[in-house]
């Protein structure tokens, strides 16, 4: 009884508008009041959801992407990209794709990324008369791309609740990334061979070795991370500190982009998405504990099981629920909300977790691109001026793309397994 009470009170205050953190909060005092448990477990288990060391990799890469988006960082990654892939049909749009796939490397954030690559690309890509709601969608699938490459919030948070190693998930996170990037460019150029695109004029090789110099400073940044944590060198949460320093180092004194003045501005919009993710992070902790206080996550896996012994059908099933669920509600919450239940399901079922992690990020990122709550639809919406039903219809192949990786990964272990 209390399960249904904790997941109406949150439904219904999610429907109304409020924040998902404070709908989680408050359905939480419901359960708590209804179950007669002690109100002190509220401050116990807030304690206790944030009182760890690999959770301090969030603020840490939240710092550090601010520091790179202020740095000039992405305007220089789509020079560079422009020298590979300008002078082919469509080579505007196949920047907008390497460039999400780079930027994913570097912010951990995919709505972030989406505006910031959409802000600059779309109108660029409007003067060359490509369509504008096609140009909408890239920005938002490319952007969406950065809550797959490492450094990714989503993972870390993955990562947490589920007591699984961040560098085995980053490792095996760059496959089905890159992959998915692989596939937008692809479309890209059948796409402008259809509609006949123009292409770009080929870049010298002296201006391409200026912008590469340019770049490069940015470009290592990705390198550091997988380096440093696959040798052993540092952790994930150390590998947060490593890299924002490294961000605020080359955004003052090489980019010189980052004056002194920014940086309350910089660590101000840092902490105000810490919080956000804090908050969510505490709410859930305690919907999660009163969730399996009542044992409802193993009477759920139990009731799963008895559905089919085929282990196929199953994920696909859980597959389904994942995709549903990120229409309605963003990574962060839903994977401390689903991670404790599903993540029995996927050990009864001989799924290794870090697989398993892959196919909630890659459902939960597809959320991010359909309705009703997609926010990074909402940004390619905004960014390109295009009703979001118009970004709906031309996000269809993008989110095509995306789900065949999201199956290689689902039931092809050795798509990931070569990571750990």
């Not at 952007?143 to 560098?167: D, K, W």
Request: proline share 5%; aromatic share 10%.
């Amino acid at each position: 009884m209390i399960g249904i009470l904790l997941f109406t009170i949150f439904l219904i205050f999610l429907f109304f508008g409020l924040p998902v953190g404070f709908a989680l909060g408050i359905a939480s005092l419901g359960g708590i009041a209804y179950g007669s448990y002690p109100i002190s477990v509220m401050a116990q288990r807030f304690f206790t959801a944030v009182d760890s060391f690999p959770l301090m990799a969030i603020p840490l890469f939240m710092l550090a992407g601010a520091l790179m988006s202020h740095g000039g960082i992405t305007k220089r990654i789509i020079d560079f990209a422009l020298c590979f892939v300008g002078h082919i049909k469509g080579g505007l749009a196949m920047v907008v794709a390497i460039t999400g796939i780079i930027m994913g490397g570097i912010s951990g954030s995919g709505v972030a990324d989406a505006a910031a690559i959409g802000a600059i690309m779309v109108p660029e890509m409007s003067k060359r008369k490509y369509d504008r709601a096609f140009s909408g969608a890239l920005c938002a699938c490319c952007g969406s791309i950065g809550l797959i490459i490492p450094p990714s919030i989503a993972i870390i948070i993955f990562a947490c609740t589920a007591n699984v190693s961040i560098g085995d998930l980053f490792m095996a996170a760059y496959a089905p990334g890159i992959c998915i990037g692989l596939g937008f460019l692809l479309y890209c150029y059948i796409i402008a061979r259809i509609k006949n695109y123009p292409n770009e004029e080929k870049i010298q090789a002296k201006e391409t070795i200026r912008r590469f110099k340019d770049a490069i400073w940015a470009l290592i940044m990705p390198l550091i991370i997988v380096v440093g944590i696959r040798g052993g060198i540092f952790t994930a949460t150390e590998g947060g500190a490593v890299i924002s320093i490294y961000g605020l180092l080359v955004g003052m004194f090489i980019y010189k982009d980052i004056k002194i003045k920014d940086l309350p501005a910089i660590l101000l919009e840092a902490a105000e998405s810490t919080a956000t993710i804090g908050t969510i992070i505490c709410a859930t902790t305690l919907f999660s504990w009163l969730l399996t206080s009542e044992q409802i996550p193993a009477k759920i896996t139990t009731w799963l099981i008895s559905l089919t012994d085929n282990k196929f059908l199953l994920l696909f099933l859980i597959n389904v629920l994942l995709l549903i669920t990120g229409m309605f509600i963003d990574s962060g919450p839903a994977i401390m909300l689903l991670a404790p239940i599903l993540c029995p399901v996927a050990t009864s079922l001989g799924v290794n977790l870090v697989q398993f992690g892959l196919v909630m990020v890659m459902n939960l990122t597809i959320g991010l691109l359909t309705p009703p709550v997609g926010t990074a639809m909402y940004v390619g919406s905004n960014v390109s001026g295009v009703p979001i039903k118009d970004i709906s219809r031309a996000l269809l192949p993008f989110i095509g793309i995306m789900f065949a990786a999201l199956m290689l990964v689902t039931y092809v272990p050795a798509f990931t397994s070569w990571a750990y």
